[in-house]
């Protein structure tokens, strides 16, 4: 269901695929070009013209929305994507034109802008990038702390004397490939389509009534990619590579809580990145904007609570949070044991 642009007191329906000017772009996932493989088209400025379920933005675009129901926001608004293309050169690479390789995120989502730049400009197509790019410093205590103690050198280049990180930075929406993502979990595509739809309150319709989008945009938060060092050796075998994945926990992660070693693991994860980086190759934090491993605060708190209860009865200390198996860290050219976990990765990572 969207808003059709000019008459905006009816109410158009796209929740099936035979109804007037219903007419998506084409969109053929893993195509190796992407002018063939076809851009993602989650706006609603043309409604018909959408080859995707949800829209941009993930939990944003309730915001959006109630910025237009308050006349806050011009609903007819396009950004201006002048200078805002990737400051590195990132791709193609060969996964990007395997469908069974990428299922989660857009590949060509960081380019629309100039791929379909002359679409964009005739006015014939409304899209958003799904992924943004841009470079930073990142000022971070410990890394100074490592850096006054000697774990850490400064190099002038990724690590700066005063303890600034030299970073590339991504934020990446979550763009499901739905057929993939249900192979994945192991379950038909019709069925992971039902309990979606069921289990968001019938949100997406389209969900059960429109089998002929591929890919959904679901209303949930993505990951915040932190590059150091040379993002053109992530994909070659010889250079090392050290990898963090975190799930989020703010209040580890910024606040400092002792109900979790979160920001500890992080700290640990953004040394070995720099290390890697130093030695020529690259570190990579995958920072997954999921409080508590997806479970949200309000599940994550009665749980501590109720653990903190527990251990009061009993006069005893519970271990602290281990936030193992989802936040790991991993390295290709060298391994190194952590309390939990060990692994190396191979430059398929």
Known sequence: MSLHPSTRHLIKLTSHPDQFDVDPEPLNWGA????????????????????????????????????????????????????????????????????ERIACMDPWG????SIFADRLADGSLDLRPTIAVTKSHLDYPEIKDALAAGRLVADHKVLKPNGQLVTTKAAVE??????????????????LRRTL????????????????????????NGVTVYMIGDVSSIPKP??????????????????????????????????????????????????????????????????????????SHLLFTPPVHTRCPSSW?????????????TSTRSSSA
């Open 174 to 191: 979550p763009v499901w490939y739905l057929p993939v993502v249900a192979k994945r979990f192991g379950v038909e595509e019709s069925a």
């Open 110 to 113: 960081h380019c629309p802008q």
């Open 197 to 220: 739809y069921e289990q968001t309150g019938g949100m997406f319709p389209e969900l059960v009534t429109r089998p002929d989008l591929k890919v959904f945009l679901p209303p949930i």
């Open 238 to 311: 010889d250079a090392q590579l050290a990898v963090r994945l975190h799930d989020e926990s703010y209040d580890s992660d910024i606040f400092c809580t002792d109900a979790s070693t979160g920001r500890q693991w992080l700290t640990y994860g953004i040394e070995e990145c720099v290390r890697a980086a130093q030695a020529g190759g690259c570190g990579i934090i995958v920072y997954a904007r999921q409080e508590g491993n997806a479970l949200g605060e309000v599940s994550k708190f009665p749980l501590r609570t109720s653990v903190h209860a527990l251990s």
């Open 32 to 99: 190796a070009d992407p002018k063939e493989r076809g851009p993602v088209v989650a706006t609603v400025t043309k409604p018909g013209q959408r080859n995707c379920i949800g829209t941009h933005g993930g939990t944003y675009s309730v915001y959006r929305a109630v910025a237009l129901a308050a006349a806050q926001s011009d609903s007819n608004f396009k950004p201006d994507f002048t200078n805002t293309l990737p400051p590195e050169q990132i791709g193609p690479h060969p996964a990007w034109s395997d469908p």
């Open 329 to 341: 860290c991993t390295t290709r050219g060298r391994s190194w044991a952590t309390r939990w976990t």
